[in-house]
């Protein structure tokens, strides 16, 4: 149960009130020189629930030496000990090749997370693509599914653990997933490592592109014992990439640009 509570409080972690979405087919590619705000909101002042033991905070979230910091610290903000950070962008997006080059600190009770999300917040059902790097093991990632709030198998916590190439606090990793009508592929630094073709396991609603680091008190069973934060630590992300269905590779690091890289 624990991980659906926390996906039904993304409903609040969603923000933008009830803000319209619309899907936005073009390809785009973000280096993160700057943070740009027509593209990404920034979530700023709430939390997803007791369970999350930081206040999501714009301090968090900064792009300097062409990187993006999601951050977290052990700096007090509303009901929280800790502040940390999320984005997500603006529009949704649909069918085509997500992508993002990152690097995680590590630390048990932590997570990670670059997925795709859409609910209830903009008049949509819960649908979701997730990695989730769990930081207290930063040798693997978890890969999820949800549609319509109901996650790959029809159980929660049903997502699949991929061993990582390193570990994801020692240097850049590459995610990215396929994401087709008819079937899901996750990659790992351009290695397939999941296909899905079951589609009731296959969101077909338009998502937000996010990232988040949060801690907890509490979900030990699935984040570990939270260990104390004692200075700001922080994911950096290198850059982010979308590139429609049927486009054409739209930047070099895409795994569209490498000889049979989406086979």
């Known amino acids: 149960?624990?991980?659906?509570?926390?996906?039904?409080?993304?409903?609040?972690?969603?923000?933008?009130?009830?803000?319209?979405?619309?899907?936005?087919?073009?390809?785009?590619?973000?280096?993160f020189d700057q943070l740009d705000q027509s593209r990404w909101y920034v979530s700023d002042g709430w939390n997803n629930g007791a369970h999350q033991n930081c206040t999501w905070s714009s301090d968090q979230v900064t792009a300097t030496?062409?990187?993006?910091?999601?951050?977290?610290?052990?700096?007090?903000?509303?009901?929280?000990?800790?502040?940390c950070g999320e984005l997500q962008t603006r529009a949704a997006y649909g069918f085509g090749t997500y992508e993002a080059?990152?690097?995680?600190?590590?630390?048990?009770?932590?997570?990670?997370?670059?997925?795709?999300?859409?609910?209830a917040q903009q008049g949509k059902p819960?649908?979701?693509?997730?990695?989730?790097?769990?930081?207290?093991?930063?040798?693997?990632?978890?890969?999820?599914?949800?549609?319509?709030?109901?996650s790959g198998d029809g159980e929660t916590g049903s997502g699949q653990s991929h061993a990582l190439p390193h570990k994801s606090d020692s240097d850049f990793v590459t995610f990215a997933f396929t994401w087709e009508p008819d079937e899901l592929r996750f990659y790992i630094d351009g290695e397939l490592v999941r296909t899905m073709t079951d589609k009731a396991t296959i969101p077909s609603n338009p998502q937000?592109?996010?990232?988040?680091?949060?801690?907890?008190?509490?979900?030990?069973?699935?984040?570990g014992p939270f260990a104390a934060v004692d200075a700001p630590i922080a994911m950096d992300v290198d850059w982010?990439?979308?590139?429609?269905?049927?486009?054409?590779?739209?930047?070099?690091a895409s795994i569209l640009c490498q000889a049979n890289g989406d086979e």
């Open 208 to 223: 937000r592109i996010f990232f988040s680091l949060w801690g907890t008190d509490t979900l030990t069973d699935w984040m």
């Open 1 to 31: 149960m624990t991980k659906r509570i926390w996906l039904a409080a993304l409903a609040v972690a969603a923000g933008l009130g009830t803000t319209p979405v619309l899907a936005q087919d073009g390809a785009f590619f973000d280096d």
């Open 101 to 119: 080059r990152l690097k995680t600190p590590g630390g048990s009770g932590l997570n990670a997370a670059f997925f795709t999300y859409i609910g």
């Open 65 to 83: 030496g062409g990187m993006l910091h999601v951050g977290f610290a052990p700096v007090p903000k509303g009901e929280r000990q800790y502040r």
């Open 240 to 252: 982010v990439g979308f590139t429609p269905l049927g486009a054409d590779c739209a930047f070099d």
């Open 126 to 150: 819960h649908d979701e693509i997730d990695f989730e790097i769990l930081l207290r093991d930063t040798g693997k990632v978890d890969t999820t599914t949800f549609v319509n709030g109901i």
